[in-house]
């Protein structure tokens, strides 16, 4: 039992190449699914893992790299058919690889833990999947959510630059200039 959410986290993360295989061959409708059954693992296993106290290093640094590895490769294989523009795709790659790059460097400078995602991040993940699922299901053409789609393509820009921006400020910015006063 306690390790249902690792197993759940893993799962998710090898689906990404089997939701990779389904994009590239235009099966959107079986690649909306997959990444729906994946994105609600997330819930699922996080929820688990707090509900019943099975939180395990392992988890907490698989989960994040499960949820990168699904939305970084829907992303880009998205952006080579065609259906999302190549822009959005380098916006948050290169916000991705900034976190983590970022968060490196602090274990390597500090002991401290740097600080949980904040609210716009997790707005910014959410939007970040529900515009990937959109565009997915709009692929699928069983219902026409390109203006929905749209809209969500900015939101999806600007909170990926906004929380990027963020990390730097609470990571590099800010936690300098408390250290000089002090």
Known sequence: MRNIPNL???FRMFSAPVLILFLMDKNYGAGAILFLIAG??????GWFAKRFG????????????ADKVLIITTYIVLAVLGDIPLWLVLIVGF??????????????????????PSVLS???TVAQICFVFLVIVD????V??????????????VTTVASGLQYGYRWFIRDASSSIGS
């Not at 609600?40 to 296993?45: H, Q, S, W």
């Not at 099975?54 to 790299?65: E, S």
């Not at 692929?139 to 069983?142: C, F, G, P, T, Y």
């Open 139 to 142: 692929k699928s053409n069983i």
């Open 144 to 157: 026409d959510l390109s203006l929905l789609e749209a809209t969500l393509l900015w939101t999806v820009a």
């Open 40 to 45: 609600i693992t997330d819930a699922v296993d």
């Open 95 to 116: 916000r991705d690889l900034g976190i983590v790059g970022g968060y490196l460097i602090l274990q390597t400078i500090s002991t401290q833990m740097p600080p949980q």
């Open 8 to 10: 759940l986290t893993l």
């Open 122 to 124: 997790k707005v910014n």
């Open 54 to 65: 099975y939180v395990t290093r392992l988890g907490a640094v698989l989960d994040p790299i």
